[in-house]
C-alpha cells in the first residue's frame, strides 16, 4: 500500500490516524472479554488471549513514533490482517 502525501504535516496526520486506528482495534477485544467473561463458563485462555492483544496494541500505540513510517504504513493498510480484526 502506498501511503498518500498529505502535504507538509503528511507524516503527522498519518501518525495520527495510526493512533486512532490502534484505538478502535481495541474495542471489539474489549467486547470480546466482556463478552467471555459474561458466560456461565468463561475460557480463562480466551480471556487471556484478548488480554495480551489488547497490551500488544497499547504497547504499539504507547511507542508508535511519526518516524516509524513502515509501521504505520502497516497500520494504515487496512488489508492487514496482522494489525486488523
Known amino acids: 500500500m502506498a501511503i498518500v502525501d498529505l502535504g507538509v504535516n503528511s507524516a503527522s ?3 495520527e490516524v495510526a493512533l ?3 484505538g478502535q482495534e481495541r ?3 474489549m467486547a470480546a472479554i466482556r463478552e467471555e ?3 456461565s463458563e468463561p475460557s480463562a485462555q480466551m480471556i ?3 488480554e495480551m492483544r489488547l497490551t500488544a496494541l497499547d504497547e504499539l500505540q504507547d ?3 511519526v518516524e516509524d513510517l513502515g ?3 502497516q497500520i494504515l493498510d487496512p488489508s492487514n490482517r496482522l494489525i486488523r480484526l
Do not use: H, S, T, W
Open 37 to 39: 467473561k459474561g458466560k
Open 20 to 22: 486512532e486506528i490502534l
Open 63 to 65: 511507542n508508535l513514533r
Open 27 to 29: 474495542q471489539p477485544l
Open 13 to 15: 496526520i498519518q501518525y
Open 48 to 50: 487471556q488471549y484478548f
Open 71 to 73: 509501521a504505520i504504513e
